[in-house]
């Protein structure tokens, strides 16, 4: 199973990016798939997660309002529209993914995602 990220790139204050995480090998369709993001040597931090039962939507207290996170139509890829972006959002993105439907209290823990993609950058300019 591999997931590759997508999207990343240099934007300005104000502007949006929409990152993409293609899976291959699995489709997670009844799976749980999500981002988070990493600046230097910060923890990893939750960004968003999609379970498919239900289509539920999760979002850290940062990116509510601001992103949106949706499943492809061919259910193995996952993508996370960012808007209103702030230099406080300038990190690397990772995607990961579980074949389980991980319950609403362990959505937000990384440790329970199995799969990891190699991450794309995203920088803000101000």
């Known amino acids: 199973v591999q997931l590759q990220a997508s999207g990343g790139g240099l934007v300005q204050v104000g502007g949006s990016l929409r990152l993409a995480c293609v899976a291959s090998g699995h489709t997670f369709s009844s799976g749980t798939m999500g981002w988070w993001r990493q600046v230097s040597d910060k923890e990893r931090e939750f960004v968003s997660a999609?379970?498919?039962?239900?289509?539920?939507?999760y979002y850290a207290d940062s990116a509510k309002g601001r992103f949106t996170i949706s499943r492809g139509n061919a259910k193995n890829t996952l993508f996370l529209q960012m808007n209103s972006l702030t230099p406080e959002d300038t990190a690397v993105y990772y995607c990961?993914?579980?074949?389980?439907?991980?319950?609403?209290?362990?959505?937000?823990?990384?440790?329970?995602?199995?799969?990891w993609g190699q991450g794309t950058l995203v920088t803000v300019s101000s």
């Open positions: 999609f379970r498919s039962q239900g289509q539920t939507q």
């Open positions: 990961a993914a579980s074949p389980r439907r991980l319950i609403t209290s362990r959505v937000r823990h990384g440790d329970d995602y199995e799969y």
